[in-house]
């Protein structure tokens, strides 16, 4: 297993081929075993590819470009639009797109009662083991895949076009075309206090 951890890397540049059905289903299904508070597996794959990808990325681009003119909600971090842009990149060369949607999810711009904040982070939470499953699942099958905070740039867009659920996460998947360095973790004392 930390063999497959320790390989995972994101992926950012990819060959254009494609992953097959059977491949893709099998990252998937990591996905769905993954644990959810009270079981409630709060998610939906959304499986993009072609013409659907094309579409997704069109919208992404355009929330980019709402966020430079000083609109959306992530208007007014111009240091990260850079990044936006590369990422979008990253997605083009990826032949497949998952994003996550919790089908009973709670628009970001809603009110919460502390208990709704809680079921909310909890499922949250699931939705990024189920995330975590399919970028080893996929390591361990020899494919890559990034994960996508920037799709957020264009959460109007992307929200509609979806047209289900709330949206939470984006992967892209592909075969690798390049052998990412680990970036360094945290100093481990850093990291761990033990109690005792
Ligand atoms: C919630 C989340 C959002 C991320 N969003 C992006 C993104 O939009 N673009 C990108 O290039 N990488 C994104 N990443 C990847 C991180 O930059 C990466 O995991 C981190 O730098 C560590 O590198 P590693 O995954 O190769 O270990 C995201 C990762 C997470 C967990």
């Known amino acids: 297993m930390y063999n497959v951890i320790f390989k995972r890397r994101s992926v950012r540049f990819f060959k254009s081929d494609d992953i097959s059905k059977v491949d893709m289903r099998e990252i998937l299904r990591a996905g769905m075993w993954a644990p959810s508070a ?23 681009e355009k929330g980019i470009e709402r966020a430079e003119k000083g609109e959306g909600v992530l208007a007014g971090s111009p240091e990260l639009y850079v990044n936006a842009r590369f990422t979008l990149k990253c997605m083009e060369q990826a032949p497949i797109l998952v994003f996550i949607v919790n089908p009973d999810g709670r628009p970001l711009t809603d009110t919460w009662t502390t208990a709704e904040k809680i079921h909310e982070l909890s499922d949250v939470q699931a939705i990024g083991a189920a995330a975590e499953n399919m970028a080893l699942q996929a390591t361990s099958m020899g494919y890559g895949s990034l994960w996508i905070g920037n799709i957020f740039f264009a959460y109007d867009e992307l929200h509609e076009w979806l047209g289900e659920g709330e949206m939470v996460l984006a992967m892209s998947f592909g075969i690798p075309n390049h052998h990412p360095v680990p970036l360094a973790r945290k100093d481990e004392d850093e990291i761990i206090e033990i109690r005792d």
């Open 38 to 60: 009270k079981n409630r597996q709060p998610w939906k794959f959304i499986v993009v590819k072609g013409e659907s990808k094309k579409e997704a990325l069109a919208l992404m």
